[in-house]
């Protein structure tokens, strides 16, 4: 599994995983569980973002590449 794709999955574990919490703490009148998971749904987020970012990133240089061959391939002609 590449790194974009775990980042992606852990942050929607995270994100889902943190609003157990949230729920949680809101059931049982526990401020700070809240708290905690509201932060880990954040975290989760922030992680799955940074996971689409990297994706999106590989894509585009991969396409760079594959022009940059090409042209090379044209010049060598």
Same mark, same amino acid.
């Given at each position: 599994?590449?790194?974009?794709?775990?980042?992606?999955? #852990?942050?929607?574990?995270?994100?889902?995983?943190?609003?157990?919490? &949230? &729920?949680?703490?809101?059931?049982?009148?526990?401020?700070?569980?809240?708290?905690?998971?509201?932060?880990?749904?954040?975290?989760?987020?922030?992680? &799955?973002?940074?996971?689409?970012?990297?994706?999106?990133?590989?894509? #585009?240089?991969?396409?760079?590449?594959?022009?940059?061959?090409?042209?090379?391939? &044209?010049?060598?002609?």
């Amino acid at each position: 599994m590449d790194s974009d794709m775990g980042d992606k999955l #852990k942050g929607m574990k995270d994100k889902v995983v943190g609003k157990i919490k &949230e &729920e949680y703490g809101d059931l049982v009148n526990d401020p700070e569980k809240e708290l905690e998971g509201k932060l880990q749904q954040a975290r989760g987020e922030a992680r &799955e973002k940074a996971g689409e970012i990297k994706e999106d990133l590989s894509e #585009k240089a991969e396409e760079l590449a594959d022009k940059a061959n090409d042209k090379i391939d &044209e010049w060598k002609k």
